[in-house]
């Protein structure tokens, strides 16, 4: 079975600057998709970046960018120039190709501190 | 109104109750899901609905029963709930073209609490 682990309850970053969320996930597929989606204080999850596993350049969006290491099974997110409207709880998801079912991580909390 | 909304917003009921969730997508897809997120656990997907049709019933017990009339609307009927079933009940939609699925999208959730 497809398992994501997010080791980071909890991160914080000074506004401006850079911060990263690690990710990490087990599977035996070859085709798949990885997903960080953002969940603010009003509850709406929000689509932050996707990823093909078949791809090898990382996805970028804005200031939001992904470190996918296929190989060592990592997917970490990038925050640049952290702004106070980052700050949500982030989760990692995996989806198998062909499969609707996502598999999402527990989450880490993204404090930005002023 | 666009993407996904959810009704209501927050519910409270007692164990003896009866009621509904109800969720609607704006996005044209066609496959539609029921979430369950409590604190400190990853969300669990409870159910999944692909072209009106139940494909996934993620071993959900039966006090909730989920219905889907068309492809745009879901609903999540409660009956006789425990507390612990208090949580942020969320829906999502997708599109599912030929084998592959895209990105789903989530509407705002429903707060559920039981007493």
């Known amino acids: 079975a497809q398992t994501v682990t997010q080791s980071q309850p909890e991160m914080s970053v000074q506004e401006a600057e850079t911060v990263t969320l690690s990710c990490t996930y087990d599977?035996?597929?070859?085709?798949?998709?990885l997903f960080w989606y953002k969940q603010p204080p009003s509850r709406q999850m929000i689509l932050v970046i996707r990823?093909?596993?078949?791809?090898?350049q990382n996805a970028t969006e804005n200031r939001f960018s992904v470190n996918f290491q296929k190989a060592a099974k990592s997917f970490s997110l990038k925050i640049s120039d952290s702004q106070l409207g980052d700050a949500a709880m982030y989760f990692c998801?995996?989806?198998?190709?062909?499969?609707?079912?996502?598999?999402f991580g527990t989450g880490t909390r993204l404090t930005i501190i002023p | 109104e666009t993407g996904v909304t959810q009704t209501p917003r927050h519910l409270v009921m007692g164990m003896t109750n009866k009621k509904s969730l109800k969720c609607e997508q704006h996005?044209?897809?066609?496959?539609m899901y029921w979430y369950k997120q409590s604190a400190k656990k990853p969300l669990e997907l409870m159910f999944v609905?692909?072209?009106?049709?139940?494909?996934e019933n993620n071993s959900v017990p039966s006090r909730f029963s989920p219905e889907c009339p068309n492809s745009s609307h879901l609903f999540l009927h409660l009956h006789t709930l425990q507390p612990e079933d208090s949580a942020l009940y969320l829906c999502?939609?997708?599109?599912?073209?030929?084998?592959?699925?895209?990105?789903?999208?989530f509407g705002p959730g429903t707060r559920l609490t039981v007493l």
């Open positions: 999502a939609s997708s599109l599912i073209w030929l084998a592959s699925t895209d990105t789903q999208y």
């Open positions: 599977t035996s597929e070859s085709d798949y998709y």
């Open positions: 990823q093909e596993a078949y791809k090898q």
């Open positions: 998801a995996y989806r198998t190709f062909g499969n609707e079912k996502l598999t």
């Open positions: 996005l044209g897809h066609n496959a």
């Open positions: 609905y692909n072209f009106k049709e139940q494909t």
